[in-house]
C-alpha cells in the first residue's frame, strides 16, 4: 500500500501532544510528504515507540524533531532529541529485546524492554535498517 509516511508523523504527534505539553517538550517536523510503500500501521506503532522512548528520555524544556529526508530509493527517518549520551558499548544492543541501558528501569515498570526491538523487526520487514547515534 502506498501511503504518505508525513502524515503518519503527524498521527503519532497528535498522540503524543499531551504528553509532550505536560513535560514542556516541543514535538517538531520537518520534512515534505513522503510516498512509501508497505503497512501504514507497522510504520505508525514503529514511529509510536520511536517517539515513546524519546519523550521519555528528552528533559523538560527541550524539544524532539522527527525529519523525513527522501533519497533515490529510499529515505531516512530521523528522530533526534537531546538527553544523557547512551555509551558506545550499548548503541549495538540498543534494539535487542529485552535490553535495557539503565536496568534499574525495569524495577520501575517503565516500559515493556521490547519496544525498540519491535521498530527493528518493522522496519527490517519493510527492507529497511535501524541505526541510532549517541554523542
Sequence with gaps: VMFDLRAEVMKVFEFFE????????????????????????????????????????TPEGQAITVSIREQESFFDLVIENP????????LSRLFDRFYRVDPS???KGEGSGIGLAIVKSIVEAHHGRVQVESD
Excluded at 43 to 48: H, L, Q, V
Excluded at 83 to 90: N, R, S, V
Design 105 to 107: 528501569r525495569q524495577r
Design 18 to 57: 499531551a504528553w509532550a505539553e505536560e513535560r514542556n517538550i516541543t514535538l517538531k517536523f520537518n520534512g515534505m510528504p513522503c510516498l512509501v510503500e508497505g503497512d501504514p500501521q507497522m510504520f505508525r506503532r514503529a514511529i509510536n515507540n520511536l517517539l515513546s522512548n524519546a519523550l521519555r528520555y
Design 83 to 90: 538527553g544523557k549520551p547512551i555509551p558506545e558499548e550499548h
